[in-house]
């Protein structure tokens, strides 16, 4: 994602920890007392500028949304439109997925969503995918024995290279579209890359996956 220079990011992450948690690992096993609720807490991995999970916060007032973004820049955008959204049930994590057993524990989590996640398409890159097995071993650890794993995007190559991923770890698909505007689904709300594509004529992939019982 194209990152806009903002040298005020450090200020207004700052000055908005009741948004952006500064330092999730306190909050391990904890979440719920962060929302003041017992709700079931969904986190969507690579959040952007956070029109999804806004939008989901919305939609959903009886779950908590948890955003994890990589870039600072990227983040302040999403955190502003939390903000104007006026949602209590949203917080956003300013963090590396890679640090996810740090933020939770096992089973804090029902719901994981990977939406339009970067593809890095060069094998030399693979480990960075987000449905990379050691990512999806995280996923695993963190996600209640039901949770499931959904994951949206426009590319091809990254879409067949989860299903692959998630078949050889055991993980059973309940879901797989391969054009999902096609089924006019209610519920979806649509992140930025998704209008973004979609409005080319590119066709969404989606698909929900959960892992095998035992851990
Ligand atoms: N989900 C948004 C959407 O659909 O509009 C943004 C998609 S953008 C292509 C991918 C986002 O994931 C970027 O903002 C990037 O910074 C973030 N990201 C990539 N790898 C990440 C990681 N390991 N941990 C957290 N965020 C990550």
């Keep these: 994602m194209r990152q806009r220079h ?59 949304f948890i955003g994890i973004e990589l870039a600072k820049s990227v983040i302040v955008s999403a955190a502003e439109k939390v903000q104007e959204s006026e949602h209590a049930n949203i917080r956003l994590i300013n963090e590396n997925a890679e640090n996810l057993l740090d933020m939770f524990m096992t089973d804090e989590i029902s719901t994981i969503y990977l939406n339009f996640s970067d593809p890095w398409p060069k094998n030399r890159h693979e480990k960075r995918r987000l449905t990379f097995h050691s990512f999806l071993k995280r996923y695993e650890n ?51 890359y998704e209008e973004k594509f979609s409005a080319k004529g590119q066709q969404i992939y989606r698909c929900k996956a959960v892992f095998p019982n035992q851990k």
Excluded at 17 to 24: E, K, R, V
Excluded at 33 to 53: A, D, L, S
Excluded at 172 to 189: F, G, M, R, Y
């Design 6 to 64: 903002k040298p005020w990011a450090d200020e207004f992450l700052q000055e908005n920890t009741h948004l952006i948690i500064p330092d999730p690992s306190n909050y391990k096993n904890k979440w719920h007392e962060v929302f003041e609720n017992n709700n079931p807490i969904h986190v969507e991995i690579g959040t952007g500028k956070g029109q999804f999970i806004a939008g989901m916060a919305k939609q959903f007032p009886s779950i908590n």
């Design 142 to 192: 963190v996600l209640k024995p039901d949770g499931e794993l959904i994951l949206k995007t426009d590319n091809r190559g990254l879409f067949e290279y989860s299903l692959v991923s998630f078949s050889n770890y055991g993980m059973t698909l309940q879901e797989v579209s391969l054009d999902l505007h096609a089924l006019n689904d209610p519920e979806n709300i649509m992140t930025e």
